[in-house]
């Protein structure tokens, strides 16, 4: 019951392109065989080439089932694809959680170095040895792996702020 069949999409723009399917007779002489289970799926999957290029991505399956032609294997790829997104988000909170711990120790350690409270290097103060605090400890958070975001908030500053900061050097 399958179809032996080539095809690739040839995309001419966001909206048209042209879709070439070859017969098994065609597909037999090129590397890329596949079998597929119906022309509908064999042209739905081709129409999502057009828009999206990556077969694993969440976009190209969720665009799959939006045109009915959802199989095992999509069903497959989609699970795969949802438990890597879960692990890489797994994985950063981690990650996060892990340098939030750190953060007290290290601007402790900033304050010490440059003999200021913490509420001076987090607060509204510009003069220059301030600001130059408050890059230290920007640029050690940074290193934690923390986020532009998540420094601006430690710090009590907007990320474009903690952006200036780090190329101050």
Not at 111 to 130: M, N, W
Not at 150 to 169: C, V
Request: hydrophobic share 35%; proline share 2%; with cysteine.
């Amino acid at each position: 019951n399958y179809i032996e069949a080539h095809s690739h999409c040839h995309p001419r723009d966001a909206q048209y392109g042209t879709i070439c399917i070859r017969d098994s007779s065609v597909a037999l002489r090129t590397p890329l065989n596949v079998h597929y289970r119906n022309w509908q799926w064999l042209i739905a999957h081709e129409v999502c080439h057009f828009r999206i290029a990556n077969h694993s991505t969440r976009s190209f399956l969720e665009l799959m089932r939006q045109l009915g032609q959802f199989t095992e294997t999509e069903e497959w790829q989609l699970q795969l694809v949802e438990k890597r997104e879960k692990d890489a988000k797994l994985k950063r909170e981690r990650e996060h959680q892990t340098a939030m711990v750190r953060v007290p120790y290290i601007l402790e350690a900033v304050c010490q170095k440059f003999r200021l409270s913490r509420d001076e290097i987090i607060g509204r103060g510009r003069t220059a040895y301030v600001v130059e605090a408050r890059r230290e400890a920007a640029q050690r958070l940074r290193k934690t792996g923390l986020t532009l975001q998540a420094i601006g908030r430690i710090l009590n500053r907007h990320h474009a702020t903690i952006i200036n900061l780090l190329k101050g050097d």
